[in-house]
């Protein structure tokens, strides 16, 4: 009966009618005629080889564009954010989304960046106890509750203090930038990590980011005389969006080039 059935099976596959036979005479004759119907097949239409690939000298005839793949070198994840080798996707530091971390996200730090839409308009509309451009500046303390133990009680450090993890934003005063933006408001986002020993930079214009930086094996101390932090870091490597104001765009000036990565004067802030 099984074989019967796969008899019936492969006849309709490729076309053939078996007639019925005693038993013992069904698979010599069912292997017979497959192998004749499979080598003269081209009488039924051309043959389709599933294993070969198409040759079409490199070019792409598909009118979709290829999909995301941070591993092929024309893909890239911004704000130094990790690529995963094994999905092919970015997985983007806190408030930016997007498959190439390029877009801020609004809500609220505190519900994770799956959690958290993509900001669709110029500025965010952040959750109560959040601001800042995406959303990452805590405001009171019981919004940050979700990153401490249940049952303990967060506590939002407002000041340039680093004590685990922060995230801080300021305008940027520097008259010979604000001189040449035109009245655009530039503005700068900065986080740390206490025990990875990194921080990261961000320089917008307008809340739109223009580059971005990564510091590493950085090191703070707090002067009790001044208020100040100030924060020294060993290495750092900035990432200008092509096209963005001070980073291409026309008619202003392009500052793509710099800072190179160990420049010490680009690894100290101050706050």
């Not at 900035?238 to 004067?265: A, Q, T, V, W």
Request: with cysteine; net charge negative.
């Amino acid at each position: 009966m099984k074989l019967s059935l796969w008899a019936l099976c492969v006849s309709i596959a490729v076309g053939l009618k078996i007639e019925p036979l005693p038993n013992n005479d069904r698979r010599a004759l069912l292997i017979d005629k497959i192998s004749n119907s499979l080598d003269n097949r081209q009488t039924f239409g051309p043959a389709i080889d599933v294993f070969s690939l198409q040759q079409n000298d490199g070019k792409d005839t598909d009118d979709c564009p290829p999909c995301f793949n941070c591993n092929l070198p024309n893909f890239e994840c911004t704000q130094f954010s990790q690529c995963n080798v094994f999905s092919g996707m970015c997985e983007c530091r806190d408030g930016y989304g997007g498959v190439d971390c390029l877009v801020p996200l609004c809500g609220g730090l505190s519900d994770g960046n799956r959690n958290r839409p993509m900001r669709e308009n110029d500025t965010c509309d952040c959750k109560s106890g959040w601001l800042g451009i995406n959303c990452n500046l805590c405001t009171e303390d019981s919004v940050c509750d979700a990153f401490v133990p249940e049952g303990l009680q967060g506590t939002c450090y407002k000041g340039g203090l680093l004590v685990n993890r922060f995230h801080q934003m300021c305008d940027v005063t520097n008259k010979k930038i604000v001189a040449i933006l035109d009245g655009k408001i530039p503005q700068a986002t900065f986080s740390c990590n206490k025990t990875a020993e990194t921080c990261d930079f961000q320089f917008w214009i307008d809340q739109k980011e223009s580059f971005y930086c990564d510091l590493d094996q950085c090191g703070y101390s707090f002067d009790s005389r001044s208020n100040t932090t100030h924060y020294n870091c060993e290495t750092v490597a900035c990432k200008c969006l092509p096209d963005r104001m001070l980073c291409g765009e026309k008619g202003l000036i392009d500052i793509s080039e710099f800072p190179h990565r160990n420049d010490p004067r680009a690894g100290r802030l101050h706050l």
